[in-house]
Nanobody, 126 residues
Framework: QVQLVESGGGLVQVGGSLRLSCAAS????????MGWFRQAPGKEREFVAA????????DYADSVKGRFTISRDNAKNTVYLQMNSLKPEDTAVYYC???????????????????WGQGTQVTVSS
């Protein structure tokens, strides 16, 4: 098993930046494909970005391509989400998640992720 703890959320103005971190404990995070999801009030949880075990493969939702970057440091058991050019529609609770099954690929399906963090709030004000 792995435990995930997100941090780095907060209040930022439109056009600003934030970097979210997801620290893993328990089994090393290098054994997992990692993903970021978000959920806004009244909406379903949606995929944001994912990264393969080695970091060699990444995938993004169309809504964040070119603005967000997912990365990982397996030596630190940490996954990051750098968010630039933030928009009000990026306001949500952001969750990181771990998928133990895929080795070289990623997945956008939240059902493929077995482990979830508690979430961190990101609010973009206009």
């Amino acid at each position: 098993q792995v435990q995930l703890v997100e941090s780095g959320g907060g209040l930022v103005q439109v056009g600003g930046s934030l970097r979210l971190s997801c620290a893993a404990s328990g089994r090393t995070s290098s054994r997992y494909t990692m993903g970021w999801f978000r959920q806004a009030p009244g909406k379903e949880r949606e995929f944001v970005a994912a990264i393969s075990r080695s970091g060699g493969t990444t995938d993004y939702a169309d809504s964040v391509k070119g603005r967000f970057t997912i990365s990982r440091d397996n030596a630190k058991n940490t996954v990051y989400l750098q968010m630039n050019s933030l928009k009000p529609e990026d306001t949500a609770v952001y969750y990181c998640a771990a998928d133990p099954d895929r080795q070289f690929s990623t997945t956008k399906n939240s059902r493929d992720y077995d482990y979830w963090g508690q979430g961190t709030q990101v609010t973009v004000s206009s």
